[in-house]
């Protein structure tokens, strides 16, 4: 199974998207959104990533045009369902070509869903972005941070002295342990980034470290102004500041220019 194959399967599972009905804008998010409200509310909206509906559920009143778009078939069943009003796609950020150039004021791509991307294809992609935003635009998304502390895991078994809630949890450690044999073969340590099958989803997913500095210094060069950065608990904080416990971090970036690599 190839790298992509691998984190696409994950996002199909049904019980991943009946979960990822339930979840919360996280606190960055409200606070960006409320922040720079001016740019999005009325605006013409793009939600990349969109998942089961997380964040359409407020965008969709607050837009002028909101259109969402997730590579996941069963992500997106799932948002029609819920919102039949939304204009949903089944839609790859790597290849957005139904969308013509500038014609979005606001992308938001949460939760991390960049980061389910090699490093060639995450540049594919905010290339995209780039294309459809309109000069000025503003670009809203979060990636794992590779200083977290815990970044780096192993599966272990969660005791109990229930012996049948810890024969449960032997068989959950045993079904981590053959994922993260599987997938290990995907991780790289390279300078700019890293690619970690960490524990999110029980070791399914094979996901894209990057610190602040080296992801400034990535939008620099695709053609993004890096305006505020935010640790999980919505705290500002600067490029070259270690972040230890954050396990991602948010960023604002606007749209100066076209990319110059990519």
């Not at 939760?111 to 060639?120: A, F, P, R, V």
């Not at 540049?123 to 780039?130: A, H, K, P, R």
């Not at 970690?196 to 080296?214: A, G, M, P």
């Not at 102004?225 to 600067?238: H, M, P, R, S």
Request: glycine content about 6%; some cysteine.
């Amino acid at each position: 199974m190839a790298y992509d194959d691998v984190n696409r399967s994950t996002y199909e599972s049904e019980r991943l998207v009946e979960r990822y009905t339930t979840m919360p804008l996280q606190i960055a998010e409200v606070m960006i959104l409320v922040k720079y409200k001016e740019d999005h509310y009325g605006k013409r909206v793009l939600d990349v990533g969109c998942g089961a509906g997380r964040t359409a559920e407020y965008l969709r009143h607050w837009a002028g045009e909101y259109r969402c778009i997730d590579y996941s078939e069963q992500m997106t069943k799932v948002l029609k369902r819920r919102f039949a009003d939304v204009d949903c796609l089944c839609c790859d950020v790597r290849d957005m070509h139904q969308f013509a150039d500038g014609s979005y004021d606001f992308v938001l791509f949460a939760n991390n869903g960049l980061d389910s991307l090699g490093h060639e294809d995450r540049i594919l992609g905010m290339c995209e972005v780039n294309r459809v935003l309109a000069d000025g635009g503003l670009y809203v998304f979060s990636t794992h941070n590779r200083n977290c502390d815990h970044a780096r895991q192993e599966p272990e078994i969660e005791f109990s002295f229930d012996p049948f809630a810890l024969a449960r949890a032997v068989v959950r450690h045993q079904r981590r342990v053959a994922r993260r044999r599987a997938n290990r073969e995907f991780e790289r340590e390279e300078k700019d980034y890293a690619i970690i099958n960490d524990s999110s989803h029980n070791f399914s997913l094979v996901t894209y470290y990057i610190d602040q500095r080296k992801q400034v210094e990535q939008l620099r060069d695709l053609g993004f102004e890096t305006l505020e950065i935010y640790d999980f608990e919505g705290t500002a904080i600067g490029s070259n500041e270690i972040d230890h416990s954050s396990p991602w971090i948010y960023y604002v970036a606007r749209k100066v220019g076209p990319p110059k690599v990519g």
